[in-house]
């Protein structure tokens, strides 16, 4: 008989390695309106564009800017992705090009999650060269354990311990996208 439907379950299996809920959907939700808030009063009068950065930032730049009520901008890009490992190649490429002439605009870049800090450093230094006006990084993520270049992250969501992470636009091999909570893998 088929497995019945479940909306935001408790654990996860993918083959034998469980993932278990680890930041709930309403914790979420409640840290992106504080979130959402505190850069709506930093940008009332700046109308910024905000990029969010391709496929895992999706859910998290929908929901911020629902809490950010002002006049601003949205683009995407998107950068090569782990493949279907849990284990960073260690390498960052641009595959899909920003569309959006940041020349002299207020730019806020929306990661899903800041790990060793490599790819928020290309992509500072990417968006340098375009020269816009300010340049900060909203991440819903940030393990500060696993830090290896030195990338000053302006909004965090929450600091979270060195594990990975699926769910709330995270993958494992580009599945699990869809949840509403955050799992972390049960070691
Ligand atoms: P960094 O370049 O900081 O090492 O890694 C950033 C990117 O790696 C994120 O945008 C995300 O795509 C991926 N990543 C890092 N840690 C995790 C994790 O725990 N789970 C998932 N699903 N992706 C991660």
């Known amino acids: 008989m088929a497995k019945e439907l479940v909306i935001d379950p408790e654990e996860i299996f993918v083959g034998n390695e469980k993932f278990v809920k680890f930041i709930k959907d309403e914790e979420i939700q409640k840290r992106i309106a504080e979130m959402g808030m505190e850069i709506a009063r930093e940008y009332r009068s700046k109308f910024p ?15 911020l800017l629902k809490n950010v009520p002002i006049k601003c901008e949205i683009d995407f890009f998107k950068l090569s992705s782990y493949g279907d490992e849990k284990i960073s190649s260690g390498k960052v490429k641009l595959i899909k090009e920003l569309n959006a002439d940041i020349t002299d605009r207020h730019v806020i870049v929306v990661e899903d999650i800041v790990d060793t800090g490599l790819s928020i450093k290309f992509i500072k230094e990417m968006m340098n060269e375009m020269n816009p006006a300010s340049l900060k990084i909203a991440s819903l993520l940030l393990k500060p354990g696993s830090l290896k270049h030195n990338v000053k992250i302006d909004y965090i969501g929450f600091e979270i311990p060195d594990k990975f992470v699926l769910g709330y636009g995270l993958d494992y091999a580009q599945k699990f996208r869809n949840l509403k909570s955050i799992y972390k893998l049960e070691e």
């Open 49 to 63: 564009i905000f990029i969010g950065v391709l496929n895992g930032s999706f859910m998290f730049l929908a929901d």
